[in-house]
């Protein structure tokens, strides 16, 4: 497959394990950011997510509209296939969407559900 897809990650998604045990392999990003946006913190209660991260508490993003929130993070090329790896592993806590960042890129994002 070909590793066509952009995802911005700003949390787990950018730790080691997490890409390992999600994606098989260590992702190459670049760093960019997301305007509007609030972190947050979101319990998460799905065991194996939990047991990848090391971690109870994720960070999540709510839309604000306000250009001064700024969230930094990475962008990830990635395949489909990897895409659907992350859509299991975000749980129903998450909504995947599709928005600029600041580079001017379109990239995927999870974001509140």
């Known amino acids: 497959m070909t590793a066509d ?48 991260s090391g971690l109870t508490h994720h960070p999540i993003l709510t839309h604000s509209g306000d250009p001064a929130d700024v969230i930094p993070g990475m962008v990830f090329r990635i395949t489909a296939e990897e895409l659907a790896a992350a859509d299991l592993y975000e749980a129903e806590d998450y909504r995947r969407i599709l928005t600029p960042l600041t580079s001017g890129t379109e990239a995927w994002v999870y974001v509140a559900a």
């Open 5 to 52: 897809v952009l995802l911005f990650s700003y949390g787990t998604l950018q730790d080691p394990a997490v890409q390992t045990a999600n994606f098989g392999r260590l992702l190459e990003g670049t760093a960019d950011s997301l305007v509007g946006f609030a972190l947050g913190r979101i319990e998460i209660t799905d065991r194996e997510v939990v047991a990848e």
